[in-house]
């Protein structure tokens, strides 16, 4: 077993470099001016210059498209933390007339996707007059990110003790009262894995954004970078300063919640 | 269940002693006027799943319905009227819906593979390769990349004049056109697809081994048992659960997931041998203007997707038993 383990180190570390290389490499072309990426590719940015990610940046629109993302995703994961927290607190850990079959109905629309319905939602959404405009998108975003939410936040407030909502109570609080007092402040956890995750699903999206937002300054990120590749097809590096724009902020996110991230993303998986 | 003294029909889960907390708080209230905090508790729940059940079954449920309405009728000047089954006729001919389905078939062979791939490498990290922190840490961070930047990564990276195949000329292998090529061009972006994913499934499959029982794996280490014996006689058989939960979630991941890279890299050429159903939705919707045609091939997407969910379970379910 002994020597199995470090014969298979190998091969991990050669996947674990090429599974880090590809953003190295956009990072040392966006590094780069053009006519150095022509003579060499791969040699390291002679003199690492920040040209191109003031030129993504600026001239090219990314602040706007940044900023676009930046408004709407914030607004749709509050949004979806409120919806789902409430939603989750009642169906998991309150029983009333209809909890089961509401939860149930919840549970049915996680495996609804956008695909399938994005048709007559675009028509739904044209005939509110939500189409091109920030509250659509974070309305779509709601929509599709939210049974996931109400699923994790259900089974989190399922584990919550009956008597502490029963000492809430006998405080004299109402239903209504303990969600906002003590439900609120216990799910805290839950809510930061599940905001984070959710904060990613948004920032990443390209499909919901295309369909709700078709003009130009209204691009997300997403969209802005699929917008580079026409664009920039003869500038690579300044092609690759916007990818890279668009990255950091995962990346970041990233460093610092791996373990909330890895936490939402298994929680479907063990309690099957 | 008896509901007893309680006024409230609203009672936290598992209700603890039989008059649960609606009795005690009878009690407490002594005489005060009880009828109208139970009026208003009794109507809670229903305030607070209220906001989320209206856009759930708005913007979720609703248009299921609707689009599969919506797919029987007609598109241009035959808006709105009903057209039968016309739609999916004209899916069933169009060569570019029929390539989808056809590498839908060719995600169904190549699922092993993704599965197989960071169930061998979560083993491994579970066993405490040198470095195993490191690995994981690593290998999930594709995972959280937008396809977005995956496949404007990777356009730099397999250009046909790019740094991939200048690396291939050192070592004397021909230029491959790994975008431009119809025989290759759908396995490429599958293979960046699994690279980009494969992190999601090696976190779910270390999830699973936390709840492995490893006393069973001691005792077969203690027996000198080869690696090859403990993953299909130990490992498999404990993490059945978790194995089917990757293998649904990868194939809904491959069906809809893949339409960021799609767009970015291939816009389904070329000559249409990338397209899946996702993209043929997107561009019969937002391109070719033909929604209704469009709600045919989401209903058949959504067909596509319960069979192939159902076949998994069942012939999973099937192995349970062979065990």
Redesign the interface.
């Known amino acids: 077993?002994r020597t199995?383990?470090?014969l298979?180190?190998v091969p991990?570390?050669a996947?674990?470099l090429?599974?880090?290389y590809?953003?190295v490499?956009?990072t040392n072309?966006a590094l780069k001016t053009r006519h150095e990426y022509v003579l060499d590719?791969?040699s390291p940015a002679d003199s690492p210059r920040l040209d191109n990610l003031a030129t993504a940046w600026g001239s090219v629109g990314m602040a706007r498209y940044f900023t676009n993302s930046l408004i709407v995703v914030t607004c749709a994961v509050a949004l979806l933390l409120l919806?789902?927290s409430?939603?989750g607190?009642?169906?998991?850990?309150?029983?009333?007339?209809g909890?089961r079959a509401?939860y149930l109905?919840?549970l049915?629309?996680l495996?609804?996707?956008?695909?399938?319905?994005?048709?007559?939602?675009?028509?739904?959404m044209a005939t509110l007059g939500l189409i091109d405009t920030r509250p659509g998108l974070v309305?779509?975003y709601?929509?599709?990110f939210?049974?996931f939410t109400?699923f994790l936040m259900a089974s989190y407030y399922?584990h919550v003790p009956?008597?502490i909502?029963?000492a809430a109570?006998?405080d004299g609080n109402?239903?209504?009262g303990v969600?906002r007092r003590v439900m609120l402040p216990i799910g805290a956890p839950a809510l930061i894995s599940v905001g984070i995750l959710n904060a990613?699903f948004c920032?990443?999206?390209?499909?919901i954004a295309?369909?709700m937002m078709p003009s130009a300054e209204n691009r997300t990120l997403?969209v802005g970078?699929?917008s580079?590749?026409g664009q920039y097809s003869d500038d690579?590096p300044t092609?690759?300063a916007g990818?890279l724009i668009?990255?950091v902020p995962?990346?970041v996110?990233?460093l610092f919640f791996?373990r909330h991230?890895?936490e939402g993303?298994?929680a479907?998986?063990?309690k099957? | 269940m008896p509901t007893g003294g309680t006024p409230s029909?609203?009672?936290?889960?598992?209700?603890?002693p039989t008059a649960?907390?609606g009795a005690?708080?009878a009690e407490?209230a002594g005489a005060r006027p009880v009828s109208r905090?139970t009026n208003?508790?009794?109507l809670?729940?229903?305030?607070?799943?209220a906001?989320?059940?209206l856009?759930?079954?708005?913007?979720?449920?609703y248009?299921?319905v609707?689009?599969v309405n919506?797919s029987f009728t007609g598109d241009g000047e035959r808006d709105g009227t009903t057209v039968g089954l016309d739609n999916y006729v004209t899916l069933l001919r169009d060569p570019l819906f029929l390539g989808a389905l056809r590498n839908v078939g060719l995600l169904v062979l190549l699922l092993p593979l993704a599965v197989a791939i960071p169930g061998l490498?979560a083993t491994?990290i579970y066993?405490?390769?040198?470095?195993h922190r490191?690995?994981r840490?690593?290998?999930?961070?594709?995972a959280?990349?937008?396809?977005?930047?995956v496949g404007?990564?990777?356009?730099?990276?397999l250009a046909f004049d790019?740094?991939l195949n200048?690396l291939l000329d050192t070592v004397g292998l021909g230029p491959v056109d790994w975008l431009g090529d119809p025989d290759i061009a759908i396995y490429t972006v599958v293979g960046v697809h699994v690279?980009a994913t494969f992190?999601?499934a090696l976190?779910?499959f270390?999830?699973?081994f936390s709840?492995l029982d490893s006393s069973l794996l001691d005792a077969a280490?203690i027996d000198g048992a080869a690696?090859p014996h403990i993953i299909w006689h130990v490992i498999i058989p404990g993490l059945s659960?978790?194995i089917q939960?990757?293998f649904v979630?990868t194939m809904?991941g491959m069906?809809?997931s893949m339409?960021?890279l799609l767009?970015?890299m291939t816009s389904g050429g070329p000559g249409g041998t990338t397209y899946l159903?996702?993209y043929y939705?997107?561009i019969q919707?937002?391109q070719m203007n033909r929604?209704a045609l469009?709600?045919a091939a989401?209903?058949v997407?959504?067909g596509v997707?319960v069979v192939v969910g159902l076949l998994q379970i069942s012939v999973l379910r099937r192995s349970d038993r062979a065990e």
């Open positions: 077993m199995s383990r470090w298979a180190a991990m570390a996947l674990a090429a599974t880090i590809p953003l490499f956009t072309v590719r791969f919806l789902g409430m939603a607190f009642a169906l998991g850990r309150l029983r009333f007339r909890s509401l109905g919840c049915a629309a495996f609804v996707p956008f695909q399938v319905i994005m048709v007559p939602l675009a028509r739904t309305l779509a709601v929509a599709q939210l049974p109400i399922a009956a008597e909502v029963d109570r006998i109402t239903l209504v969600y990613l920032w990443n999206d390209v499909l295309l369909l997403m970078v699929t580079l590749r690579i092609f690759a990818v668009a990255a995962v990346l996110i990233y791996q991230i890895a993303v298994t479907g998986s063990t099957g | 029909s609203v009672r936290p889960a598992p209700a603890g649960g907390p005690r708080l407490r905090s208003t508790d009794r809670a729940p229903y305030v607070l799943v906001p989320a059940v856009v759930i079954v708005a913007l979720r449920l248009p299921l609707l689009g919506f490498l491994f066993l405490r390769v040198p470095g490191l690995f840490g690593v290998y999930f961070f594709p959280v990349l937008s396809p977005v930047i404007a990564i990777f356009n730099l990276l790019g740094p200048a690279w992190g999601m976190v779910v270390l999830a699973g709840t280490r690696l659960r978790t939960f990757v979630t809904i069906l809809t339409f960021g767009y970015v159903p996702e939705i997107w919707q937002g929604p469009a709600s989401s209903t997407l959504f997707m």
